[in-house]
């Protein structure tokens, strides 16, 4: 049965792999999806916080600590169970430099699907439903790009979603006071640009 899914996992990964004859905008476009939009991460988060309402802050607090605990169990998968990526395998084609860790689960996209099951809530589920798009977009290119099995996408979502169902009953009890919490320590550090308006009180 394992033999028949690596082998699907495998044959899938070929056949969404850049060619040879992939065009040079084609792999520039890819490559600043698999490899920059990461950066979106933190100027959203700092963004929502910033100049957002208190079920905005939660959201933010609570995409933190869904991404967190996520990454953290993939950085344990991948230490209990090393799968390698195709470059260690001879596999396809690889179109930049990468260490030669643990292919599975794909922590770029853990760290976007973390993001868009912990929003999808009544005040950011337009967000949390854009994160899950882009994570996807961001597994895709990785895996065009031959850094990447389609296994270690899905696998992001479903640790990110695991996490996100599991932190969810604890976070809900907690979230009024450590918000409450975050945001008296946020209004004494930025009190010079509250008080000037360039960010929300």
Known sequence: MMDSIEEFNR???LSLNASPETSVLMLGAAK???NDLIFL???LLAGLWLWGDLPRRGAVLKAVLAMAVSLGGSFLIGLLWHHPRPLALELGRTYFDHALDASFPSDH???FAAI???SLKKETRQLGWAMLIVGAGVGWARIFLGVHFPADVLGAFAVAAAVCYGVS???NRAEKAVTGYCE?????IFAPLIAAGWIRN
């Open 116 to 118: 868009g099951f912990a």
């Open 184 to 188: 008296r320590l946020y209004r004494i």
């Open 32 to 34: 600043f999806i698999a």
């Open 109 to 111: 996209a853990t760290a």
């Open 41 to 43: 991460i933190p100027l």
């Open 169 to 171: 009953p604890a976070w």
């Open 11 to 13: 044959q899938l990964f």
